[in-house]
């Protein structure tokens, strides 16, 4: 049993919250050579399945944040009716650059009225004792959400994918985070390549287990994406692995999903349930495309697994 992201909302601040795609204007240093693997290689290319706008394909174009907000609204006035919103840095590594800037940049965003949380994307090897000073910092102004992309607990998949940190770094920066009173939402990733369902499963048992239980989970499927490095590796290994790359059918990531959330603690807020990369961009599985009707059937299936 766990919560949804709505209905949490809903009764935290009695309104409707709409979350509006925001950029630092940061990078990773995944892209920038710092983080070197095991083998000597120096990582330029982020993630592996990370797209070259750092998944963040939604968020709005650097500019003053005030600027950002007003437009991110603009775009989804016909959409919704909530006049409160989340701040949310999504693309890259957003904890990752001057400390001051960023400082600067996040208080702009929670002084406005209208924005009522700030969700930072990041990564568990960005967060120094500097970002978790900020952070509290901010914290004590409106509520901030760092989200962590974990995607896998499995070592073996987290070198495959080029994630360039070991478990051991994860859990350490989650306790500092939860230590200081910030909420943590963890990111995870079905479907990596050589993984069995036992192992997705494992992810998310042992993140259900965390101490200080687990604010909050986003769980997506694999989406294969043009000019990302899986990509490349997907058309090279078709011939040699047809194994490698298995993509789940709509019916097989729902019910895995399903399965998740029921292994969840009640205090755990569910963010999201599947992902929707560019139509523009995306190789498989191509059913993601088809958001409304993938979130129907995730309604259907999960509805009993909430509080």
Known sequence: MAIRLSDYLKEKYGEKIYRLSLSSGCTCPN????????DGERL?????????????????????????????????????????????FQSYTNTYGDIDRLKNLYTKAVLRDDIKVLSIGTRPDCIGEDVIAMLS???????????????????????????????????????RLKKAGIEVIVHVIMGLPG???????????????????????????L????????????????????????????????????????????????HRMTGDGPRSLLVEPKWSTDKKRVLNMLTRKCSGLFN
């Open 137 to 175: 910092s901010l914290n004590r102004n409106k509520p901030v959400w760092v989200e962590l992309g974990l995607q896998t607990i499995h070592e073996n998949t987290a070198l495959e994918i080029h994630r360039g940190y070991s478990l051991d770094v994860f859990e350490d920066a989650y306790n």
């Open 223 to 270: 989406q294969l994406l043009k000019g990302t490095q899986m990509y490349e590796d997907y058309k090279n290994t078709r011939v040699n692995d047809k194994n490698k790359y298995t993509f789940m059918s709509m019916e097989e990531y729902t019910d895995l999903v399903a399965e998740c959330i029921s292994l969840l603690p009640r205090e755990t807020v569910v």
């Open 195 to 221: 993984e069995t369902k036992k192992d997705m499963l494992e992810t998310i048992k042992y993140l259900s287990k965390l101490e200080p239980t687990l604010d909050g989970i986003k769980i997506q499927n």
């Open 44 to 88: 330029t290319g982020g993630c592996t399945f990370c797209s070259e706008g750092g998944s963040g394909e939604f968020a709005a174009e650097v500019a003053p944040i005030d600027v950002q907000i007003e437009e991110a609204k603009k775009r989804i006035a016909g959409k919704t009716e909530a006049k409160s919103f989340i701040a949310y």
């Open 31 to 38: 892209r920038d050579g710092s983080i070197v693997m095991p």
